[in-house]
């Protein structure tokens, strides 16, 4: 059971080129998030899917564009990058349930990919 | 601004002393939920406390919430120095939408 997995997992950009992030998960689960980390900023929610066909803005969407292409996949596009795009990038998955369900809004992570844009 | 912070932004004990990290939020919540994050890797699950729960326990863990100071605090007991790790506090603000706080960066001296 390989949980959330992200891909690349290092990658080196040049200012004004594209690049997308891919993550899978096989947990079955219906909710899907993007976050970027940064020295001393915690994690920041990008964008994030509810469910399979919705997409919503998080805290810092800007410079991003996201596609949930199925129930397992979630993928986050820079399509000019920046070098404020420089990160480390998690994507997370959470199962379907109420609040009051065990296991419910839980968050699993995948083991971040690491972006560097010159 | 974030929606959850830290406090302390760092912390270095012994091991065998307790490790007290807090986290304040600023709108109302669902739950609240604590990660700890090892240097290098994603973030792991620790534990969940409901906004109608005032204090969880798991293993050496004790979490508190108190939802009229917007506060929530992580009890460490008995460190052990495989507990240095970055921990996190995330909100739920019941829209599928998890906020992360800075972090306390605990180090663990043996």
């Known amino acids: 059971n390989a949980g959330v997995t992200q891909t690349p997992k290092f990658q080196v950009l040049k200012t004004g080129q594209s690049m997308t992030l891919q993550c899978a998960q096989d947990?079955?689960?219906?909710?899907m998030y993007w976050y970027r980390q940064d020295p001393g900023m915690g994690l920041r929610l990008i964008y994030y899917?509810?469910?399979?066909?919705?997409?919503d803005k998080g805290e810092v969407p800007n410079g991003y564009n996201v596609s949930r292409l199925n129930k397992r996949e979630f993928s986050l596009r820079l399509e000019s990058a920046a070098p404020s795009q420089t990160s480390v990038y998690f994507c997370?998955?959470?199962?379907?349930?109420?609040?009051?369900?065990?296991?419910?809004?839980?968050?699993?992570f995948g083991a971040g990919s690491r972006l560097t844009v010159l | 601004s974030q929606q959850g912070e830290e406090d302390p932004q760092a912390l270095s004990i012994q091991e065998g002393e307790n490790a007290t990290m807090n986290c304040s939020y600023k709108?109302?919540?669902?739950?609240l939920q604590w990660y700890r994050q090892n240097s290098g890797r994603g973030l792991v699950h620790l534990i969940l406390?409901?906004?109608?729960?005032r204090e969880k326990h798991s293993g050496r863990l004790r979490v508190t919430l108190d939802t009229s100071k917007k506060s929530s605090s992580l009890l460490i007991t008995a460190s052990r120095a495989a507990d240095t790790a970055s921990y996190f506090c995330?909100?739920?603000?019941?829209?599928?939408?998890?906020?992360f706080g800075t972090g306390t960066r605990l180090k663990v001296l043996a």
């Open positions: 997370a998955s959470s199962p379907p349930g109420t609040a009051t369900q065990s296991g419910a809004n839980v968050l699993t």
């Open positions: 995330a909100t739920d603000l019941g829209t599928y939408k998890y906020i």
């Open positions: 899917s509810a469910s399979e066909g919705t997409t």
């Open positions: 406390i409901r906004s109608n729960e």
């Open positions: 947990m079955n689960h219906n909710s």
């Open positions: 709108t109302s919540i669902n739950n």
